[in-house]
């Protein structure tokens, strides 16, 4: 049995588990909440399902079953971890459930949320959360000198440990206090035995959202988790906004004035779920836009189909195809039982991960000029591969037209990249990246043309952020002051 249950009543132990330096290490994840339903965690696995996407690596969920806080979790799938047997037992009318990403060298055994803490007088507080903090290494540093002790490496626990050491009299005065020494790209869902809370961070770089199903409230990473439990879409969470839930209804307040929006682009470009909507705009959409963009901005002559590698370049592809009037074409089929090459641990094994992943419909690309949509290039390894594919099956050219631009510097708010040294658009150019991957030509969409096809100007204090490619990050970087990045 994979699941530990951690019963938070009667000074049960505290909490295990361990996640990963995040000074380091970046967890897209996903997050579900839910207030006042009788099937809280029935409802809390299938809103993690739909955000599976966001995280494979575990799962975890706490359930409020009157005042006992109760956490069960796991690694591996959703499906791993939870059973119909498991699901009927955990009784309770609240919870909040995280789906985990967990990049190389993180043993995610030890890493999966919520993290269940117990104070004084059998009070429990669970936490968990998406996204990563700038500024965790010194406020680490600053506690330990205060004389906190740390169990974990998570902004979760950093978080308690802030409210917790917080002189202010009510737990949401606490609470906003903390989150106003955070700095980053987040999203929180905490809960104790009175209530739910959700933050955004001030500028909105992580996604989080707004639901109500019957008298119960739902929040969720994505809009995609609140149509699956049957839940009415009321809004996003506002940048730098705290909310509360409790048997009294929701409340709003703000942690912080010092607000503005600068939306994940990658959000749209690759991670979100394509029928998930971000701040009003379908994701699916602004693919497909960012293809009719890129159809523009880049056309080839003499291209006779257009073709998508599967499944996030699709919509893109098909933006292209409509744009260009070429046909669009499914030339790479992908196997779906395998997970993403992406979180493979190193750097042979997502090679092999690849070369296992696709196959070319040969009668759609034998002799012809193919034009092959990605939603972006990270370290090339995808492309390369099928390039190489398409070529060896007979496709006498490969133009690769990419939806986002190109790809040069490190998140720091949550988004798994890997070092500049490992992108493959980190000091090269267009040119030199084509070559690199024995492709006839390769485009990228400007930043303004994404801009464009998602409909949200950028100017990173409203709008979107894009520091992954062009280097301007929409918060200062405290830890990472100094750090060569250009
Ligand atoms: P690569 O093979 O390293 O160039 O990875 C590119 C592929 O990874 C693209 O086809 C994207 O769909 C996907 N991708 C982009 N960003 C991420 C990310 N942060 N995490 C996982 N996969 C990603
Ligand atoms: Fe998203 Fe890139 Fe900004 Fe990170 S740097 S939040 S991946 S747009």
């Known amino acids: 049995m994979p699941t530990e249950i951690v019963a938070a009543e009667g000074g049960g132990s505290p909490c295990e588990a361990r996640c990963a330096n995040e000074a380091k290490i970046n967890h897209e994840c996903g997050l579900f909440g839910i207030w006042g339903h009788e099937e809280a965690a029935q409802l809390s696995y299938y809103g993690l399902h739909s ?13 409020k079953n009157g005042d006992v806080l109760t956490r069960t979790k796991g690694p591996g799938l959703l499906t791993e971890v939870y059973n119909s047997k498991m699901l009927a037992e955990m009784k309770g009318t609240a919870a909040i459930a995280h789906v985990l990403y967990a990049t190389g060298g993180m043993k995610s055994s030890t890493a999966i949320q919520p993290l269940l803490f117990h104070f004084e007088q059998s009070s429990s507080l669970a936490i968990c959360h998406n996204g990563a903090l700038v500024n965790s290494k010194s406020l680490r540093n600053k506690l330990e000198e205060y004389g906190s002790i740390f169990q974990t490496t ?3 626990e950093l978080l308690a440990h802030i409210i917790k050491r917080s002189r202010l009299v009510t737990f949401v005065d606490s609470l906003k206090r903390a989150l106003s020494q955070i700095y980053g790209g987040f999203a929180f869902l905490l809960m104790t035995k009175n209530a739910l809370y959700a933050a955004r961070d001030p500028r909105g770089l992580r996604p989080l959202v707004l639901g109500k199903r019957g008298d119960a409230y739902v929040v969720a990473s994505e809009t995609c988790a609140l149509d699956t439990v049957g839940a009415t879409y009321i809004r996003d969470v506002a940048p730098g906004e705290l909310i509360i839930i409790d048997d009294n209804g929701i409340k709003s307040e703000f942690y912080t004035s ?10 749209f470009i690759y991670i979100a779920r394509p029928d998930s909507n971000i701040e009003g705009v379908n994701v699916h959409t602004s693919r497909k836009n960012a293809g009719i963009v890129l159809a523009k901005e880049s056309p080839t002559a003499g291209a006779e189909v257009v073709i998508a590698s599967p499944d996030t370049g699709i919509s893109a592809a098909i933006g292209y195809a409509e744009a260009a009037g070429i046909p669009y074409e499914i030339g790479l089929i992908k196997n779906r039982y395998i997970g993403r090459t992406f979180i493979a641990p190193s750097q042979n094994l997502r090679k092999r991960g690849v070369k296992m992943k696709h196959s070319v419909v040969r009668s759609i690309v034998e002799g012809k000029s ?19 594919l398409l070529k060896d099956t007979g496709a006498r050219e490969v133009h690769l037209k990419i939806a986002s631009p190109l790809y040069k510097y490190p998140c720091y708010y949550g988004i798994d990249t890997p070092s500049p040294k490992e992108l493959v658009a980190h000091k090269r150019s267009a040119r030199e990246i084509s070559k690199l991957m024995d492709a006839d030509s390769i485009s990228f ?42």
Do not use: W
């Open 51 to 63: 955000l599976q996407h966001r995280g494979q690596d575990g799962a975890g969920m706490v359930v």
């Open 445 to 486: 969409i400007s930043e303004s043309g994404l801009a464009d096809a998602i409909g949200i100007t950028h100017n990173n204090t409203h709008g979107l952020c894009m520091a992954c490619f062009n280097g301007d990050y929409p918060t200062h970087l405290q830890d990472f002051a100094g750090i060569e990045l250009k």
């Open 154 to 156: 998570c902004s979760s």
């Open 258 to 267: 010092d607000k503005g929006m600068a939306l994940c682009g990658m959000e």
């Open 370 to 388: 193919v034009i092959l949509v990605d939603d972006s290039i990270v370290r090339g390894t995808t492309m390369r591969h099928l390039v190489k």
